[in-house]
């Protein structure tokens, strides 16, 4: 295996110059370094200009989504020795403004999240001294849904957000999901306007790719597409029925 | 809080149940009248026989079926493609107006043709 | 903090050729268009089966034409393009519970082909019997 690897940073330094640059940086290739570890080792010895997100090094904080060769990826889960002998090109999160380098601009999908009321909504709470109950089946029927950790990757995956930014995107979505399909929340019909909406589930064209993207495999591709069948039969029953009836 | 009536998710299950009809009758009838037929891999039936065959009800309530779900599946999905593969979602109306209509139209021929062959 | 001035990249309109899997998508999505030709090609079966014998077998010779037979030889690819990625898709979309078991995707796969095969040797045969 050779010594180092080289990664190939984009950069954007919008106090020096108005359009992006690359520089490529020679970086130890050690067995159990990630594209993270190269990113630090690059912030630390080789350039302190470079700026990235990382937090928990370790797939659970959602911080480090950047592009690696061309792929959404979490930068502390995926490894320099799968790209020897590289290069490793490093971009930031497709589909979102560049604030600096690979530090992206969230503000959209941190406006759109709270639009579909994402905690439990409830009719009656339980009292005091007593819990919420829950069946090991309940659970499961949201659980994978709550495994998302807002890295945003799915985000960068999907061709429909990249084109229609208003689109509400498959975390939003999915987050609903893990709530609709709660057996705590009473709320379906509260997220019903946002998630049916036009750019809500319909914008979406089962592409898949953010389901491919997703480093915690929530499937979100298929959250959405079973909100489109709900929302659908909602649609019909809402048109047959009479209004005392739904 | 009022439900928005978006006409969306009636098309959506137009595009969804014509995309299953079509899965399933598509392949087979293709292949027959479009390939195997034209290129003597098999011999087509004789018209008399497909005569009774087209005239009958169940038949012409099938092909029906199958020609305006097909005709919806296919406007849903061009007009996203318009949208997304194009990027011409800007001109949204008439695109829609293009896709529905050629499907609403591809019904009433396909109404006519079929009533006509009775 | 300074001003930003944040940096949007452009949309290409090639899009769909960066990566295989979009590519599929977009034949995907184009297959459509080859369902509707054969909504079209269908009617014009029927239209000819409704005149006369001589109007069939016209029909008949004109699908045999090589540029219609090419036409329809592409359509079956993309028509079946589109039945295998409809079945594979179909799982996704459904969740079937049966008490605490959920139906396992490749199941509701392997029922899509199945009825698939069943409805077109039903179809087969009605056309060739």
């Known amino acids: 295996m050779p010594d180092t690897i080289t990664m190939e940073v984009w950069r954007y330094r919008p106090e020096r110059e108005s359009e992006p640059t690359w520089d490529s940086y020679e970086v130890p290739l050690r067995k159990e370094w990630a594209v993270l570890d190269g990113l630090n080792h690059i912030k630390d010895q080789l350039d302190g200009t470079l700026s990235y997100r990382w937090s928990c090094r370790m797939g659970i904080c959602g911080s480090c989504g950047m592009t690696v060769n061309g792929e959404p990826k979490l930068g502390c889960s995926t490894f320099l020795t799968d790209y020897a002998p590289g290069p490793v090109r490093v971009e930031p999160l497709h589909n979102f403004p560049v604030i600096r380098d690979l530090v992206v601009e969230m503000g959209d999908f941190m406006a759109k999240l709270p639009t579909v009321k994402p905690w439990l909504v409830s009719d009656d709470e339980p009292d005091e001294d007593t819990e919420y109950r829950q069946t090991p089946v309940e659970m499961d029927d949201y659980k994978r849904y709550s495994m998302c950790i807002n890295c945003m990757l799915c985000y960068a995956a999907c061709p429909v957000y990249a084109l229609d930014p208003e689109f509400i995107g498959p975390a939003a979505i999915a987050l609903a999901q893990r709530y609709n399909l709660d057996s705590r929340d009473s709320g379906a019909e509260d997220r019903r306007d946002v998630l049916a909406s036009a750019e809500g589930v319909w914008a979406c064209t089962f592409v898949g790719e953010c389901s491919v993207a997703c480093p915690k495999d929530v499937d979100p591709a298929g959250a959405i597409q079973r909100y489109k069948l709900t929302a659908a039969n909602k649609a019909v029953r809402d048109l047959l029925l009479p209004r005392g009836a739904r | 809080m009022t439900t928005k009536r978006s006409p969306e998710p009636l098309l959506w299950l137009l595009f969804s149940s014509g995309g299953m009809v079509a899965a399933m009758l598509v392949p087979v009838l293709l292949f027959l009248f479009g390939v195997a037929f034209p290129l003597g891999w098999l011999s087509p039936p004789d018209h008399a026989y497909l005569a009774s065959v087209v005239s009958h009800p169940i038949t012409l309530l099938v092909l029906f079926g199958l020609c305006v779900l097909a005709l919806f599946h296919w406007a849903h999905r061009f007009r996203y493609t318009l949208y997304d593969g194009l990027q011409l979602k800007k001109h949204r109306v008439p695109i829609t107006i293009l896709c529905y209509g050629g499907a609403v139209a591809g019904s009433i021929v396909a109404a006519l043709v079929l009533l006509r062959a009775i | ?129």
């Open chain 3, 1 to 129: 903090m300074s001003a930003q001035r944040l940096y949007r990249p452009p949309v290409s309109l090639t899009w769909w050729l960066r990566k295989p899997s979009y590519l599929v998508f977009v034949l995907r999505e184009l297959s459509s268009v080859f369902i509707a030709w054969f909504v079209v090609y269908l009617l014009m079966l029927v239209y000819a089966v409704g005149s006369d014998p001589a109007a069939y077998r016209d029909f008949l010779d004109l699908s045999a034409n090589p540029a219609l037979v090419v036409l329809n030889v592409i359509a079956l690819a993309f028509v079946v393009l589109h039945a295998v990625t409809w079945f594979g898709l179909a799982p996704k979309a459904m969740v079937i519970r049966l008490g605490a078991l959920r139906v396992p995707p490749g199941v509701i796969l392997a029922a899509h082909y199945a009825a698939w095969l069943v409805v077109s040797a039903v179809v087969a045969w009605v056309v060739l019997r």
